[in-house]
């Protein structure tokens, strides 16, 4: 059974693990991604942000946040699912969540930075109203792909 909560204290630990498997799996751990999971705290929420974490069967298996960028727009990033749930629909109840709680927190709009070998988060995000834009400069050497949605 899967439950879909607001991030707490107590899942820190999960929350860095969870996207360091991903991350490290397919990339390198970069200075903003230590900067994002050592703080989740200080760099996410406590700057109008949000965490969300799904639970199966009272184990936690993934992971989205939310990043303020203004009032009305917020970045989807540290999306995160454990390699034994992918293909549970798990990233698509998360994307749906935090659709909800980003227009909940006010926000308009909705962009994602990701990377084109990452086909079935993208295709999660496709399915979910993102559209590809063109890529800004961002913080990331990794992100070769930028999308949006409109709330």
């Known amino acids: 059974m899967l439950q879909i909560e607001a991030y707490t ?6 929350f860095r693990t969870l996207n360091h498997e991903w991350i490290t799996k397919y990339f390198e751990l970069e200075e903003v991604d ?13 700057k109008g942000g949000a965490i969300i974490m799904a639970r199966y069967n ?4 993934g992971t989205c946040a939310l ?8 970045e989807l990033g540290k999306m995160a699912v ?12 998360l994307v749906a969540a ?20 990452l086909k079935p988060a993208l295709h ?15 913080g990331y ?6 999308m949006e949605l409109e709330l």
């Not at 204290?9 to 999960?14: G, L, M």
């Not at 009272?58 to 298996?61: A, E, H, R």
């Not at 990043?67 to 917020?74: D, G, M, P, R």
């Open 9 to 14: 204290p107590t899942d820190a630990e999960a």
């Open 34 to 46: 230590n900067l994002l999971l050592d703080n989740p705290e200080s760099y996410i929420l406590a």
């Open 58 to 61: 009272g184990q936690t298996v």
């Open 67 to 74: 990043l303020k960028i203004n009032e009305t727009a917020y």
């Open 82 to 93: 454990t390699a034994s749930m992918q293909d549970k629909k798990i990233g698509q109840q």
């Open 98 to 117: 935090a659709i909800d709680k980003a227009k909940e927190l006010g926000a308009k709009k909705l962009i994602l930075l990701s990377h084109r070998t």
């Open 124 to 138: 999660v995000y496709q399915k979910m109203g993102f559209q590809q834009v063109p890529c800004a400069p961002n």
């Open 141 to 146: 050497k990794r992100a070769d792909i930028q």
